[in-house]
C-alpha cells in the first residue's frame, strides 16, 4: 500500500492531568467505554443535561443519510435554556458576562439580566413583524448585545445569520442576500486599535443591495454619527424600552438555529445549518466535558470573536446553558499594551481560558516577558482551537500562561461540526504537546487512505467521521448538492472533514492542515504543519507558514515563511545565515526530504479575518502569481509586504 501521509514529526513529551483535577473531574474515563457500548443511548444521555418541553421519539433518524434528525419529536427552547431555566433555580444573581470594552469601560451581567433583555429583544423582533423560520443577520461589535441578540433570535425561532464585524460590504450583503434577511441588527460602531470603527456605513450600503431587509436596528455603541434611514431603529429606543417579560415558547428538536459561513480559509464560504436540539446537546455537554466547567466556582473566558463557530458554540450556547459566568472583551490584545489579555485574566480570576494557535504564536513573538509581568495564578484549564497547533507553541502556553500547572486541550472541530470532536479530557488524557489525541466519547472520528480503509497506527491519511453526531451540521443553506458533495462524496458513507491526519503509535491523533496543502516532493506526501512544527522548533522562530510550489526536478518544492521572535536580528548576513541554519534544522528534524528549498523571513503572514493562515496566497506568491481571492484575509497589506521581503529572503543553493 502506498504511503497517503508522511509520518515525519516524532514529539515524545507527555503530561499527564493535574491529580486533583482528575480527582474532581466533570467526566472520567468510563465515559468512553459507555459511549463505545451505546452511542446512541450515550447521547440520548446527554440531552437529558437540557429541559425539554416534549421528549424525544427517537435519539437519530439516519435513513436518509447524509440528512440527519436528531431528537426526532423532541421541543425545547434553546434561551430558556441558557436563561430562564438558571433564573428558575434561583441563580438568577449568578454573573453571566464579565464585559470589558477596549477603551477600559466595562459592565457586569448576572443571568437575571440577561434574561430580560433577551425577552426586550424578543418582543421588539416579534413587534417588527419577525417570525419563527425568519432569518436576522448580526453585524456587532463583542458587546453582550449581540448575545442577546442571537439568544433573542433562538428564544422566537427566528433564525440569525452572524457575521463578522469585520467583514466588508460584499461580504455582508453577499451574506443577507444569500439567507435573505428581513432584520439586521447592528451598531454605529464598536472599538479595535484604541480607536472607533465604524460599521453603521458598512450596512447601509450593504442593505441599500438587499430588497429583503425591511427593519435595521441598531445599538448605540461609540456615539459617533451616523446617517439615518427610515428602516433604522435605535436599540436603546426600542428594545431598552420593551415589555421585559416574554413567555418563550418551544420549538421542534430539528427546527433551524443558526446559518453561519466557514471562515474561508480554503474556498468560497459556505452557509452552514445547524438545528435545535442536537446543537445544544452536544455544545452543552462538550463545554462541560473538556473545559471540566464547575459553574459555581470558574471563570471562563472565550477570545473568539463571536462572529466565528467558536463563539457561537462556546461563548454563547455552551457556557450559558451550563450557567457559567465568563468574561467578553471587545478589543484587541495589544490596546493600550501587549499583556491587556493577561491583565483581564488576572482582574476577572479567569480559570478557564480557550484562545487560538495564532494569538498563541503572536504573545510568543512578543517574548515570555509579558506575561510574566502579570498574575495568572487563577488559571487552571487551557485550551486551543482553529488551527494545529505546533508543539514548541503547546508548550510555550502551557509554561508561560499555564506556569507548568494546567492542562492544556487541543480541540478540533469546525463550523460543520458544530461542537468539539477531537481532544483530551483535562482530568483523563495525559496530553501530548501538538496532539488532539481521542475522539469525545460519542464521536468515531478515523483516518483512511485513498480507498477509505483506516490506516494503522503509525500512518497518515485524510480524518473522516464514521457516525453521525448531534450537533453535525445539517445541509449547506439553500444548496444540498454542495452539502453532499463537499462532505460525503469523498469515502462512501463517511463525512469528509477536509483535513490531513495521522495516528500514532498509540493511536492518539495528530492534525496535519488541510489535504489541499498537502506538498508532493519526490513522490512524498508531506504536510505543511509537520515542517511549519519543526521550524517553530527553533528558537530563533514564532511563527512559520509552509506551501508546496511546483519545481521542475521535485515535482513540488517546500517553500516556507518564517517570522523571526521578537529579539532575534536579520539584517544582512545575519538573516542569511539564520535561513541556512533553519533549512538545516528542518532536515535535522523531519530528514532531508523535508527540507525547504526557500525560506523567507517575513514581518507577517496573510490570515483570514478568524486568525487562520491563508496557504493558497502563499502559494500564488511562491509560485509568482497574481493573487487569487483576497476577500477573507484579514490585511491585505500584508501580501506587499510578503512580496517584497521575497527576493531580499530567496535562497538560491543546493
Ligand atoms: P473554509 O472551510 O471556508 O476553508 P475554515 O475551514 O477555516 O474555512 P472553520 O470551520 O472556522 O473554517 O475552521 C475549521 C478548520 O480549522 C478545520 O477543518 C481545521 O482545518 C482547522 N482546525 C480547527 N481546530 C483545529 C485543531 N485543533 N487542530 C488542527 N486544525 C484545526
Ligand atoms: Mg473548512
Redo the contacts with the bound molecule.
Keep these: 500500500m502506498s504511503e497517503t501521509l508522511a509520518n515525519l514529526l516524532q514529539e515524545n513529551r507527555q503530561f499527564p492531568p493535574p491529580e486533583e483535577l482528575a480527582r474532581q473531574a466533570n467526566v472520567t474515563a468510563e465515559a468512553y467505554d459507555e459511549a463505545a457500548g451505546d452511542h446512541l443511548a450515550f447521547w440520548a444521555k446527554q440531552a437529558e443535561r437540557l429541559e425539554w418541553t416534549r421528549k424525544w421519539d427517537r435519539v437519530l433518524d439516519w435513513s436518509n443519510p447524509p440528512f440527519a434528525k436528531w431528537f426526532v419529536g423532541g421541543q425545547l427552547n434553546v434561551a430558556y435554556n441558557c436563561l430562564d431555566r438558571h433564573v428558575a433555580a434561583g441563580n438568577g444573581d449568578r454573573v453571566a458576562i464579565h464585559w470589558e470594552g477596549e477603551p477600559g469601560d466595562a459592565r457586569t451581567i448576572t443571568y437575571a439580566e440577561l434574561l430580560k433583555a433577551t425577552s426586550q429583544a424578543a418582543n421588539t423582533l416579534t413587534e417588527l413583524g419577525v417570525v419563527a423560520g425568519d432569518r436576522v443577520a448580526i453585524y456587532l461589535p463583542m458587546i453582550p448585545e449581540a448575545a442577546v441578540a442571537m439568544l433573542a433570535c433562538a428564544r422566537i425561532g427566528a433564525t440569525h445569520s452572524v457575521v463578522f464585524g469585520g467583514f466588508s460590504v460584499d461580504a455582508l450583503s453577499g451574506r443577507i442576500q444569500d439567507a435573505t434577511a428581513k432584520v439586521v441588527i447592528t451598531a454605529d460602531g464598536g472599538y479595535r486599535r484604541g480607536k472607533p470603527s465604524a460599521l453603521k456605513p458598512t450596512v447601509d450600503e450593504a442593505v441599500a443591495r438587499c430588497p429583503s431587509v425591511e427593519k435595521v436596528l441598531v445599538v448605540r455603541r461609540t456615539g459617533q454619527e451616523v446617517a439615518w434611514g427610515e428602516k433604522d431603529l435605535w436599540w436603546h429606543e426600542t428594545v431598552e424600552k420593551a415589555n421585559p417579560e416574554h413567555e418563550a415558547r418551544s420549538f421542534d428538536a430539528e427546527h433551524p438555529l443558526f446559518i453561519l459561513?466557514?471562515?474561508?480559509?480554503?474556498?468560497?464560504?459556505?452557509g452552514i445549518l445547524h438545528t435545535t436540539g442536537g446543537f445544544l446537546t452536544q455544545t452543552s455537554y462538550t463545554h462541560d466535558a473538556v473545559f471540566d466547567l464547575k459553574p459555581e466556582s470558574d471563570v471562563y473566558w472565550c477570545t473568539a470573536d463571536i462572529g466565528?463557530?467558536?463563539g457561537h458554540s462556546y461563548i454563547v450556547y455552551g457556557p450559558l446553558s451550563n450557567g457559567a459566568t465568563q468574561v467578553m472583551y471587545e478589543g484587541t490584545p495589544d490596546t493600550p499594551h501587549r499583556g491587556r489579555l493577561w491583565e483581564i485574566v488576572d482582574r476577572y480570576r479567569v480559570s478557564i481560558l480557550y484562545t487560538a494557535p495564532t494569538l498563541i504564536r503572536t504573545m510568543m513573538k512578543w517574548g515570555e516577558q509579558i506575561p510574566a509581568e502579570h498574575d495568572l495564578s487563577s488559571l487552571r484549564v487551557l485550551g486551543?482551537?482553529?488551527?494545529?497547533?505546533n508543539p514548541e507553541a503547546w508548550i510555550w502556553y502551557r509554561e508561560n500562561i499555564g506556569r507548568g500547572r494546567c492542562p492544556v486541550v487541543?480541540?478540533?472541530?469546525?463550523?460543520?461540526t458544530g461542537a468539539i470532536m477531537?481532544s483530551p479530557l483535562p482530568g483523563v488524557t495525559a496530553a501530548k504537546p501538538g496532539s488532539?489525541m481521542r475522539p469525545l466519547p460519542g464521536i468515531s472520528a478515523d483516518v483512511v487512505d485513498d480507498q477509505g480503509r483506516s490506516v494503522p497506527n503509525g500512518g497518515g491519511g485524510y480524518l473522516v467521521l464514521r457516525e453521525p453526531w448531534p450537533s453535525m451540521l445539517r445541509t449547506v443553506w439553500g444548496n444540498d448538492q454542495r452539502f453532499i458533495e463537499t462532505y460525503w462524496s469523498r469515502f462512501e458513507g463517511m463525512y469528509f472533514?477536509?483535513?490531513g491526519a495521522k495516528r500514532d503509535d498509540d493511536g492518539d491523533l495528530w492534525?496535519l492542515?488541510?489535504v489541499d496543502d498537502v506538498m508532493l516532493v519526490s513522490g512524498h506526501n508531506i504536510s505543511t504543519?509537520e515542517v511549519e512544527s519543526a521550524l517553530v522548533s527553533h528558537p530563533s522562530v514564532a511563527e512559520a507558514a509552509v506551501v508546496g510550489a511546483t519545481d521542475p526536478t521535485t515535482g513540488q518544492a517546500i517553500v516556507a515563511f518564517a517570522i523571526p521572535r521578537g529579539s532575534v536580528r536579520t539584517e544582512g548576513t545575519a538573516g542569511e545565515e539564520l535561513i541556512q541554519e533553519l533549512r538545516n534544522h528542518v532536515a535535522r528534524t523531519l530528514g532531508p526530504i523535508a527540507k525547504p528549498r526557500q525560506i523567507m523571513l517575513v514581518p507577517e503572514l496573510p490570515k483570514?479575518r478568524?486568525g487562520?493562515i491563508m496557504r493558497r496566497l502563499l502559494r500564488d506568491v511562491a509560485e509568482n502569481r497574481s493573487l487569487g481571492d483576497v476577500t477573507t484575509l484579514q490585511d491585505s497589506t500584508v501580501m506587499d509586504l510578503i512580496s517584497s521581503g521575497m527576493k531580499a529572503g530567496k535562497s538560491d543553493e543546493d
Design positions: 459561513y466557514t471562515s474561508g480559509t480554503t474556498a468560497t464560504p459556505k466565528w463557530v467558536t486551543s482551537v482553529g488551527e494545529p497547533i487541543d480541540t478540533w472541530w469546525q463550523t460543520e477531537i488532539a472533514a477536509g483535513d492534525l492542515g488541510r504543519t483570514t478568524s487562520k
